[in-house]
């Protein structure tokens, strides 16, 4: 998502400082692009301070964003996404930054609840990912009050598209084991829904979060509106790799992951002008292109 949103800043004619410790991200995604890279950890205050000096705006994505691997091990996902988050919206409001949009989820903050989600939805988070990403929105909500930091939290959907060979999602693991001629591994029976948008959708309402005015502590769901099960994202998956008959393998439900899950991104367009522009029938045959060309290639 980052190495999008980048090169979208960069060619809107923004200066861009990217801070990452790289422990999922790869400097070599932005070869080439015109941007300043600083390696460093959100929870190294000394390190953040310098990285801020100078800075209008921030976008923050840096998170461990496995909701399997919170439940295994809740402390490290609490220590990155809410000390973290907490660091660099405390560092924000002692550099004078102006505006900070900041990655949060839906689905997994919601927790079970009947879709489509929105922002009046109730929070009743299933899993430590989930309650992290929760105690995120609640402390910009709170700078927002305490200190006028303008902060915007947007609840993606489950982001898919170019530079994501890193992530844990299942369509990374389902694209990886079409080419790696292994069964597809679905949890569960297929039936567990989700939003897929694509990443140009959300580098859009990330752009979009940053230059519009809205007040400080706004939640918005930035979502593609359409419900998409498990069971249907193999089938696109495999369609896409020219492989419709590809073998799924079925195991049981793991603990922590939401049922059903899409999202409504009604306020979205209405406060910001955002609407999503990419199908997942356009997206995901792109998306395994991109695999191919970039990952997959000898």
Not at 14 to 24: A, E, G, I, L
Not at 77 to 87: H, K, L, M, S, W
Not at 185 to 200: M, N
Request: overall charge negative; glycine content about 10%; some cysteine.
């Amino acid at each position: 998502m980052g190495a999008t949103l980048v090169r979208r800043l960069v060619d809107s004619g923004h200066s861009v400082r990217v801070f990452d410790n790289y422990s999922t991200g790869d400097p070599g995604q932005l070869a080439g692009v015109d941007a300043e890279l600083v390696e460093g950890d959100i929870r190294d205050v000394a390190a953040l301070d310098a990285a801020l000096t100078g800075i209008q705006g921030v976008v923050h994505l840096a998170a461990a964003g496995s909701v399997v691997m919170s439940v295994e091990d809740p402390v490290p996902n609490f220590d990155v996404n809410v000390v973290g988050t907490f660091r660099v919206l405390d560092a924000a409001r002692r550099a004078g930054v102006e505006r900070i949009v900041q990655a949060s989820t839906g689905g997994a903050l919601i927790g079970n609840a009947a879709p489509p989600v929105s922002e009046s939805s109730l929070p009743r988070p299933i899993s430590p990912y989930g309650a992290s990403k929760l105690a995120g929105e609640g402390y910009a909500c709170a700078f927002a009050h305490a200190y006028g930091l303008s902060t915007v939290a947007l609840r993606f959907a489950n982001v898919y598209g170019p530079w994501s060979a890193r992530k844990r999602g299942a369509m990374t693991m389902f694209f990886r084991a079409i080419h790696a001629g292994e069964p597809i591994v679905i949890y569960g029976d297929g039936a567990a829904s989700r939003d897929y948008t694509h990443v140009d959708d959300i580098s859009s309402a990330l752009q979009l979060g940053l230059t519009s005015d809205v007040p400080g502590g706004t939640v918005l769901h930035i979502a593609s509106g359409v419900e998409t099960t498990v069971r249907c994202l193999a089938d696109l998956c495999r369609v896409a790799a020219g492989k419709p008959d590809h073998p799924v393998e079925y195991r049981p439900k793991r603990p922590g992951e939401v049922e059903r899950n899409f999202a409504s991104y009604e306020l979205a367009q209405k406060v910001l002008g955002y609407a999503p522009s990419i199908s997942r029938e356009a997206g995901i045959p792109k998306t395994w292109r991109w695999f191919q060309d970039s990952v997959f290639r000898p």
